[in-house]
């Protein structure tokens, strides 16, 4: 999921098929802090 606000972006990950947070979760969630360090 994604929310959009004033200066502000949240991104929630979960695999559905799992039903649950898994590592392809969080390699992805790794990868864009990485993408938004390097842009912020």
């Known amino acids: ?3 959009l606000g004033f200066k502000r972006l949240k991104i929630k990950l979960k695999t559905h098929e ?3 947070i898994t590592e392809k979760d969080f ?8 993408l938004i ?3 912020f």
Do not use: G
């Open 18 to 20: 799992a039903d649950a």
């Open 27 to 34: 390699k992805l969630a790794n990868l864009i802090e990485k």
């Open 1 to 3: 999921d994604v929310e």
């Open 37 to 39: 360090s390097l842009t």
